[in-house]
């Protein structure tokens, strides 16, 4: 149990330091230039000297020597430090006195600022430790008690075993600050929790080894206190004021870019909060009116950048009712504690419908035939004219559609080649090709089904579409970047290629008004379609119930099967349990302190399961009892925690 609390008083008690205080009294005799410029090199200093790369003695004397400091500057400074104070202090150090905490305050600056603050905080004087300013006759400062302990950047580590050694510090023992000094009496063994207070001038590496991390003091009072022992409504308002313990109402949901009505239909009638954008929206749309937003639905137009990411704090999870999530900035969604959830298969046959009836359309030659016809034209020739029976088709990437072309191509008659980087069972009769150019060399039709990486950017340059077998064609519906678009239409312009189909572009139109404008435009016997691969009522209904049921499996039970970004986790429900979801950075040590808050209150874990996915883990875990929101907020304080959410 803790019963000693220590803490740092600048950047703690008070929101600034409080020597950069009394410097800045002596930096207004200073011109303005030079005021700003020794204002700079004191933050600097500060700095170096929290995370412990200048050591205390020494950035004690570089700040007394960017200006004279006289003791009228001290007083005066003085008199402002308790309008310095940092919010909830009082409130929170009051709290403590009345639960019989012992309360110390530590600080490398002098008695004249720091008393008169504990003071007022009914600190008791012998818990209280500074140094003590020299002046000379003039009254000018010529520095600190270089004999006092807290002169040495060791000095805090010091100072509590001596109070340990004289059984000052009975049972456990806290720590509140953020400065290596503060660090080294956690990890040293003479404390038994380190807080990490949050300040403007942040220390990443010292906050990433804290056992709990808060930016406001009384975010503090659950580690200190028993549920009974705060009031309801004291909680109450600290909960509201964090956001903590808000899941238990319906999510809110914001589908854009005409998510299929099947998929509104369901989260509807889950009485799910929802609304409908028309459209893709930009960054700064969603981040202005997607505030409150915890479910975003998008299709392929959306970009959700890091950026956009980190402007939507409440959100929980992200479905993309597309294929491909190129969109998406997945690390970002992932660091921030989102999985994205996306439907892989749902449109395979529809694309695969869509390349069999290209490839007959282009072998046919009806694109031109057909323009012909609507300008009066009778073009009734059998001229450059083939059936696909008896022709090689080469399918560049055999993945789930393009296995399903080669099963449709086959079944019409046609020879199947095909190449992946993966080691991939042939179906029906399928040959893999002793490599790419092969493929390119034999095929009468080349087809790709390949992701967007930057091994398949421009997959299809110049070099190898000259490879391709002359009055072949190729067809894309995979990725915009694939194909050299300039390249392909040299290649048709000259005769090389007999015809090209493409539904996906390297820049595409986020509105249907925008202007397309592609190279290709004009060219003989070309399809272009809008990016239709997966538009077909059956696809987007299939799209619509697989995104829209994972979405809703997740937001209900925690479980990410199928996220693309996030560790896989799905735990069956113990019954009678309430379940608490987790997400953290992958450290060690981050289980033993969620174990550790539900042994402080004790809770009994009925269920748990963890997974890790590169930088996050993701635990879900059931407990035999409700939850209450302070043992959230003790959960939302571990320092690894990224996010944290009820389900009742």
Same mark, same amino acid.
């Given at each position: 149990?803790?019963?000693?609390?220590?803490?740092?008083?600048?950047?703690?008690?008070?929101?600034?330091?409080?020597?950069?205080?009394?410097?800045?009294?002596?930096?207004?005799?200073?011109?303005?230039?030079?005021?700003?410029?020794?204002?700079?090199?004191?933050?600097?200093?500060?700095?170096?000297?929290?995370?412990?790369?200048?050591?205390?003695?020494?950035?004690?004397?570089?700040?007394?020597?960017?200006?004279?400091?006289?003791?009228?500057?001290?007083?005066?400074?003085?008199?402002?430090?308790?309008?310095?104070?940092?919010?909830?202090?009082?409130?929170?150090?009051?709290?403590? !006195?009345?639960? $019989?905490?012992?309360?110390? %305050?530590?600080?490398?600056? @002098? /008695?004249?600022?720091? =008393?008169?603050?504990?003071? &007022?905080?009914?600190?008791?004087?012998?818990?209280?430790?500074?140094?003590?300013?020299?002046?000379?006759?003039?009254?000018?400062?010529?520095?600190?008690?270089?004999?006092?302990?807290?002169?040495?950047?060791?000095?805090?580590?010091?100072?509590?075993?001596?109070?340990?050694?004289?059984? !000052?510090?009975? $049972?456990?023992?806290?720590? %509140?600050?953020?400065?290596? @000094? /503060?660090?080294?009496? =956690?990890?040293?063994?003479? &404390?038994?929790?380190?807080?990490?207070?949050?300040?403007?001038?942040?220390?990443?590496?010292?906050?990433?080894?804290?056992?709990?991390?808060?930016?406001?003091?009384?975010?503090?009072?659950?580690?200190?206190?028993?549920?009974?022992?705060?009031?309801?409504?004291?909680?109450?308002?600290?909960?509201?004021?964090?956001?903590?313990?808000?899941?238990?109402?319906?999510?809110?949901?914001?589908?854009?870019?005409?998510?299929?009505?099947?998929?509104?239909?369901?989260?509807?009638?889950?009485?799910?909060?929802?609304?409908?954008?028309?459209?893709?929206?930009?960054?700064?749309?969603?981040?202005?009116?997607?505030?409150?937003?915890?479910?975003?639905?998008?299709?392929?137009?959306?970009?959700?950048?890091?950026?956009?990411?980190?402007?939507?704090?409440?959100?929980?999870?992200?479905?993309?009712?597309?294929?491909?999530?190129?969109?998406?900035?997945?690390?970002?969604?992932?660091?921030?504690?989102?999985?994205?959830?996306?439907?892989?298969?749902?449109?395979?046959?529809?694309?695969?419908?869509?390349?069999?009836?290209?490839?007959?359309?282009?072998?046919?030659?009806?694109?031109?035939?057909?323009?012909?016809?609507?300008?009066?034209?009778?073009?009734?020739?059998?001229?450059?004219?083939?059936?696909?029976?008896?022709?090689?088709?080469?399918?560049?990437?055999?993945?789930?559609?393009?296995?399903?072309?080669?099963?449709?191509?086959?079944?019409?008659?046609?020879?199947?080649?095909?190449?992946?980087?993966?080691?991939?069972?042939?179906?029906?009769?399928?040959?893999?090709?002793?490599?790419?150019?092969?493929?390119?060399?034999?095929?009468?039709?080349?087809?790709?089904?390949?992701?967007?990486?930057?091994?398949?950017?421009?997959?299809?340059?110049?070099?190898?579409?000259?490879?391709?077998?002359?009055?072949?064609?190729?067809?894309?519906?995979?990725?915009?970047?694939?194909?050299?678009?300039?390249?392909?239409?040299?290649?048709?312009?000259?005769?090389?290629?007999?015809?090209?189909?493409?539904?996906?572009?390297?820049?595409?139109?986020?509105?249907?008004?925008?202007?397309?404008?592609?190279?290709?435009?004009?060219?003989?016997?070309?399809?272009?379609?809008?990016?239709?691969?997966?538009?077909?009522?059956?696809?987007?209904?299939?799209?619509?119930?697989?995104?829209?049921?994972?979405?809703?499996?997740?937001?209900?039970?925690?479980?990410?099967?199928?996220?693309?970004?996030?560790?896989?986790?799905?735990?069956?429900?113990?019954?009678?349990?309430?379940?608490?979801?987790?997400?953290?950075?992958?450290?060690?040590?981050?289980?033993?302190?969620?174990?550790?808050?539900?042994?402080?209150?004790?809770?009994?874990?009925?269920?748990?399961?963890?997974?890790?996915?590169?930088?996050?883990?993701?635990?879900?875990?059931?407990?035999?009892?409700?939850?209450?929101?302070?043992?959230?907020?003790?959960?939302?304080?571990?320092?690894?925690?990224?996010?944290?959410?009820?389900?009742?």
């Amino acid at each position: 149990m803790i019963n000693n609390i220590i803490f740092d008083f600048d950047s703690v008690i008070l929101h600034a330091e409080g020597v950069e205080l009394i410097l800045q009294q002596a930096l207004l005799r200073l011109d303005e230039k030079t005021r700003l410029q020794c204002t700079s090199k004191l933050n600097q200093i500060t700095y170096l000297a929290d995370i412990g790369e200048t050591p205390m003695a020494e950035a004690m004397q570089e700040r007394f020597a960017l200006a004279p400091v006289y003791r009228e500057d001290v007083e005066a400074g003085a008199a402002q430090i308790l309008a310095a104070l940092s919010p909830k202090v009082c409130e929170t150090f009051a709290a403590l !006195r009345a639960a $019989g905490k012992r309360l110390f %305050v530590f600080s490398t600056g @002098s /008695d004249e600022w720091v =008393r008169p603050v504990t003071r &007022a905080l009914q600190v008791e004087d012998d818990h209280v430790f500074t140094n003590q300013l020299l002046y000379d006759d003039q009254g000018r400062v010529t520095g600190f008690d270089e004999k006092n302990p807290l002169f040495l950047s060791v000095g805090k580590g010091y100072i509590v075993e001596q109070l340990k050694n004289d059984g !000052r510090l009975p $049972g456990g023992t806290a720590v %509140v600050g953020n400065g290596a @000094s /503060d660090l080294a009496i =956690r990890t040293n063994g003479s &404390a038994q929790m380190f807080v990490y207070f949050s300040t403007q001038r942040a220390h990443e590496e010292i906050r990433r080894q804290a056992d709990f991390s808060v930016d406001v003091l009384d975010q503090m009072m659950p580690l200190f206190f028993s549920e009974d022992e705060l009031s309801h409504e004291r909680m109450q308002a600290i909960y509201a004021q964090n956001g903590f313990g808000k899941s238990a109402g319906k999510p809110h949901v914001l589908l854009l870019e005409s998510v299929h009505e099947s998929a509104v239909k369901k989260l509807q009638n889950e009485g799910w909060n929802l609304r409908q954008g028309k459209g893709a929206w930009r960054s700064e749309k969603l981040i202005s009116d997607a505030g409150e937003v915890q479910v975003l639905g998008i299709r392929s137009q959306t970009r959700l950048s890091a950026k956009t990411i980190a402007g939507l704090p409440r959100l929980w999870a992200i479905g993309a009712f597309c294929i491909g999530t190129n969109q998406i900035d997945l690390q970002a969604a992932a660091d921030a504690g989102i999985p994205v959830f996306n439907a892989p298969y749902s449109n395979t046959r529809s694309v695969a419908e869509l390349v069999v009836g290209e490839i007959i359309m282009l072998l046919r030659r009806i694109p031109e035939k057909s323009r012909a016809a609507h300008a009066g034209q009778w073009l009734k020739s059998a001229a450059g004219c083939a059936e696909i029976r008896g022709k090689t088709v080469g399918i560049i990437g055999y993945g789930h559609i393009g296995s399903q072309v080669s099963v449709l191509l086959e079944n019409l008659g046609m020879s199947v080649l095909f190449h992946d980087i993966v080691d991939t069972l042939p179906l029906g009769n399928a040959r893999r090709a002793n490599g790419l150019e092969e493929l390119l060399k034999n095929a009468d039709v080349v087809t790709l089904h390949v992701p967007d990486t930057p091994e398949t950017r421009h997959l299809m340059d110049a070099s190898r579409i000259q490879k391709m077998k002359k009055g072949a064609v190729l067809i894309n519906s995979s990725r915009g970047k694939v194909v050299d678009l300039a390249a392909l239409r040299t290649a048709l312009d000259e005769g090389a290629l007999s015809g090209a189909a493409l539904d996906v572009f390297p820049e595409e139109p986020d509105q249907p008004q925008d202007v397309f404008v592609t190279p290709l435009q004009g060219a003989a016997n070309v399809i272009l379609t809008p990016h239709i691969g997966g538009s077909t009522q059956e696809a987007q209904v299939n799209i619509a119930d697989y995104v829209s049921d994972k979405l809703l499996r997740f937001m209900q039970t925690g479980a990410t099967a199928g996220a693309v970004n996030f560790p896989e986790v799905d735990l069956p429900r113990v019954p009678h349990t309430h379940r608490i979801l987790h997400v953290h950075r992958n450290v060690p040590g981050v289980l033993a302190k969620i174990n550790s808050v539900f042994a402080r209150r004790n809770i009994n874990v009925a269920g748990q399961m963890l997974q890790t996915k590169e930088r996050i883990g993701y635990l879900i875990v059931d407990v035999d009892q409700q939850v209450s929101n302070q043992v959230l907020d003790l959960m939302q304080h571990i320092t690894e925690t990224i996010k944290v959410r009820k389900i009742a």
